[in-house]
């Protein structure tokens, strides 16, 4: 596609020439002749000075020198758009349609036409695929689990009985919906009896979840997942926790049993949520917080237990100085 049409067609502005032939993507440091890129920081702006890119997408207030003349496309969002084409180009791919053998699908459940059941899998009495969904080789679905409309289950994911997963979800690789919580009860003998979890996981429309997370089955009741919140790999969900719409979490976070997180937060990875705490909406928390009792809405925190991210800034610079200020203190006495 030239400069041109890919302008026309995402609402853009030619900056240079806009009869360049486009045939890929690539990062700026590392794109070619042939190839388009993005500047979406400010702070990688000066890539544009040695990129070998035919264009790069830039916002429509990128005023960086350009010294190499290389053609811009701009646009209100450059990454925003960049997501838009790479979706495109994702959906103009065909969907895996059919049944792979050896598979065992339970008597009784039907598959849809246009879902795909890769080798190995294995689909239990109950279950109910969701049209268009994609079930990768090795997945186990168990007993009177549902799975949404257009979801995709990538290879080895785990889907305990009775757990419910809304539309347009994506599990990667590893993950575990619906093993047992961490429950067990203290007994005269000084050792723990398990406590059966008779609870479900629910997953609501539109929630992705990276490779290796798990997520817990309910003691009673249901663990919650809610809609459009996006999990990064190696999460731990406790059992009856409940997260709300559009939160996104990154990498190695603990949330323990039954606290309740709200919506539209960012949690940075390695964050820890004790147990049985009340988190409100909009709040991010910056990477390896401990989060140890309720937080209200809006707030931005850091550390351990987490502070405001301002005074945990100022309180790293106490901290640095302690030496000199003892240093001082004994010179004195």
Known sequence: MTTGALASLIKGVVDGDPDIVLNGFAKIEEAGPGQLTFIANPKYAHFIESTKASAVLVSTAFDHPNPNGVTLLRVDDPYATLAELL??????????RGIENPCFIADGVDIPEDAYVGAFSY????AVIGKGSQIYP????GDGVEVGEGCILYAGVKVYAGC???????????????????GFAPNPQGGYDKLPQTGIVILEDNVEIGANTTVDRATFGATKIGKGTKLDNLIMVAHNVEI???NVFAAQVGVAGSTKIGDCNRVGGQVGFAGHINVGDGNEF????GIP??????????GYPAVDIHKFARNAVYINRLKDLFDELNRKK
């Open 244 to 246: 709300g719409r559009d």
């Open 123 to 126: 689909i239990g009495k109950g």
């Open 293 to 302: 009792g309720n937080v209200g809405n809006g707030q931005r925190l850091m």
């Open 87 to 96: 979706r495109a180009i994702q959906a103009s791919v065909p969907a895996k």
């Open 286 to 289: 910056g990477a390896q917080s």
């Open 138 to 141: 090795q997945t186990y679905i």
């Open 164 to 182: 419910r997963i809304g539309a347009g979800c994506i599990l990667h690789s590893g993950v575990v919906i619906g093993g047992d919580g961490f």
